[in-house]
């Protein structure tokens, strides 16, 4: 299965960050204007709607209808794991129904003195079976202005 992945540092206390991407606010704030997403319901493994924080179990249903072309992409992101330690931090959602046939997103926090490395790792199928497995290696084309934007707007948000 492919893979993506990028790193950042951001100049910011880890917990700040951690906290920062705890919520369905950084998810939102992080999301480049140019893909129209809309977050259309948030639940909490409890069934909790709107809930502080994206705990294992949390669902997020979101639409997003790239620069206005097309139909409307729509899916459920579940949190599957979540787990934080002194200084080291995860989670990892799933998308379930949605435009690819596999997704499996792991944020990953470190603390790195009063400084914070973010990183994320995409493990994906594209779809339409045999040809999307043919194009999996080049999605990257695609991955890599969105997560590129997402690590300069953590920066921009949360660094002094």
Do not use: C
């Amino acid at each position: 299965m492919p893979v993506y992945s990028r790193r950042t540092v951001v100049d910011a206390p880890f917990q700040t960050v951690w906290d920062f991407h705890s919520d369905v606010a950084g998810l939102e704030a992080l999301t480049p204007g140019f893909a129209n997403l809309r977050v259309e319901s948030v639940r909490g493994p409890d069934g909790e709607s709107d809930p502080d924080v994206l705990e294992t179990g949390s669902e997020i249903r979101m639409s997003m209808r790239p620069f206005g072309v097309g139909p409307t992409q729509r899916w459920t992101s579940v949190i599957t794991e979540r787990s934080e330690d002194a200084g080291a931090a995860l989670f990892r959602d799933e998308m379930r129904g949605g435009p690819f046939r596999n997704w499996e997103h792991t944020h990953s926090f470190y603390a790195a003195g009063d400084r914070t490395v973010v990183d994320d790792r995409v493990e994906y199928r594209l779809p339409l079976g045999g040809l999307g497995d043919l194009g999996g290696p080049f999605a990257w084309i695609g991955f890599e202005p969105m997560f590129r934007y997402r690590h300069r707007r953590t920066k921009e948000l949360l660094e002094p």
